[in-house]
């Protein structure tokens, strides 16, 4: 196999096609879901077991919870313009009674992916104390706080961070249920092989079979 070849199937590798999604598709995605499911499950380990060795000792292993609003609103803008990019060349979703459903609940992740860290900045900048990140002040610190902002923002924050927490779960579930009761193929688009000849997905198999006999 020619140097020209080899580059030409890298590249393929890197963006999506109609049967499987690519690597920076699959890097957005999985990097969005390790801050995600880290920060939601040190949350609950610091309401479950409480400010003590154990907690100290598991927050060392990953970002601070501030860093990771950070990290996600970072991930977000590059992962939307992306998905525009891509959208043609996508995995195609089955067309149900549930698709607009799902379209939605795809739609609020993205907002919420936005608008929770977005309340924690806003909050930051209303108590007038700022925020800081690796030496780099994101927010300025003014002293000055800002009381009909600071308000929304401690009132929302919670509520919507653990709506995005359901939706996870809600993902999760519907991604293990493809996988392991219909076996159709959906999980494997985004953690499979990147060869398209092995992303076909069992109706596919059931088709192509049916057709040859």
Do not use: C
């Amino acid at each position: 196999m020619s140097v020209g070849t080899d580059t030409m199937i890298e590249a393929g590798r890197l963006r999506d096609t109609p049967r499987r999604y690519g690597l920076v598709s699959r890097a957005f995605h999985w990097g969005a879901a390790y801050l995600l499911l880290w920060q939601f499950a040190t949350l609950l380990g610091w309401r479950w077991l409480g400010d003590g060795p154990v907690m100290r000792a598991v927050s060392l292993a990953g970002p601070y919870h501030g860093t990771v609003g950070v990290l996600v609103l970072a991930l977000l803008l590059p992962r939307v313009v992306w998905s525009l990019a891509e959208r043609r060349r996508r995995p195609a979703g089955e067309r149900t009674m549930l698709g607009p459903l799902r379209a939605a609940v795809h739609s609020a992740f993205y907002v919420l992916m936005l608008v929770v860290p977005g309340l924690a900045l806003l909050r930051a900048y209303a108590n007038g104390k700022g925020y800081e990140l690796w030496d780099v002040a994101l927010i300025p610190a003014t002293g000055v706080v800002v009381e009909w902002l600071v308000l929304p923002a401690d009132r929302l924050h919670g509520p919507l961070a653990w709506t995005l927490a359901v939706l996870i779960a809600g993902h999760i579930s519907m991604a293990l249920f493809h996988a392991l009761a219909r076996r159709d193929g959906t999980l494997r688009r985004m953690a499979g092989s990147l060869s398209d000849e092995h992303a076909v997905t069992s109706s596919e198999r059931v088709t192509s079979s049916s057709r040859s006999a």
